[in-house]
């Protein structure tokens, strides 16, 4: 695991804030539809960028940043993590953390620390159905510990979901809303074939704008505010 990339963005959920992103290469799972491919499967054949760098890179650039946005990959997986969100801390900058939300012991230190202002974490499907998002087994159990978690409102969270036909439907829906019942806000995301890991998901036709106003309209019988992204 290492930093891959990094560059400029908008904060999002920070709107007019500007934020340095930083790519983490590796990931737990090996989603179909996954749009960094490259930073999933091969991240050893991606430039490492090293951390004392990119913290100068983010003092000279600090007079002009708001925060970080870090993402991946799935960033959790790198022991660095917490001691890098420190020294950005340091610099009082906000972090948004990007996270498949599986590993619950990395989550929790930094939530207990403080190290994080804004975790977005992807609700892919039904739990029982994370099998389909890896080559090897999956296990679930950090994810609902790490809903728990985020659910008593330690730190500002945003839920999303990648609306994949045969991949999330109104049941799936269901599911996830009762873990997630009263959560503040609720994505859903529009699938774009372009890019995705698999050649099966790059083949699957996108739902149309009905078929995802249906699911958001599911969606708000559990969270207030269901928004769309991508359409
Ligand atoms: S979509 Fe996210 S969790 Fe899935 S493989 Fe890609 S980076 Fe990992």
Not at 22 to 32: A, D, E, Q, S
Not at 77 to 105: C, F, W, Y
């Amino acid at each position: 695991m290492a930093v891959k990339g990094f560059q400029g963005t908008s904060l999002l959920d920070y709107p007019g804030h500007i934020a340095a992103l930083i790519f983490f290469g590796g990931c737990n799972l090996t989603c179909p539809y996954c749009h960094n491919p490259a930073l999933v499967l091969n991240p050893e054949q991606l430039p490492d960028y090293p951390l004392l760098a990119l913290i100068d890179e983010l003092q000279r650039r600090r007079s002009f940043i708001d925060g970080v946005v870090i993402s991946g990959g799935e960033p959790t997986l790198d022991p660095r993590l917490p001691s890098l969100l420190r020294q950005v801390k340091e610099m009082g900058l906000q972090i948004k953390l990007d996270t498949n939300g599986l590993n619950a012991e990395a989550l929790t230190e930094l939530v207990w620390e403080g190290l994080v202002d804004l975790v977005a974490l992807d609700l892919k499907t039904a739990p029982t159905r994370y099998g389909e998002l890896h080559t090897g087994p999956v296990d679930t159990a950090g994810l609902i510990q790490n809903l728990a978690l985020l659910m008593e409102g330690r730190v500002e969270c945003e839920f999303r979901t990648t609306c994949v036909p045969g991949l999330v439907g109104e049941a799936e829906i269901h599911v996830l809303g009762e873990l997630i019942h009263g959560a503040p806000r609720w994505m859903l995301q529009q699938y774009v074939p372009r890019h995705a890991l698999a050649e099966t998901a790059r083949q699957q036709e996108p739902y149309s704008k009905e078929d995802l106003e249906n699911l958001a309209e599911v969606a708000r019988t559990y969270v207030d505010e269901v928004a769309i992204r991508g359409l």
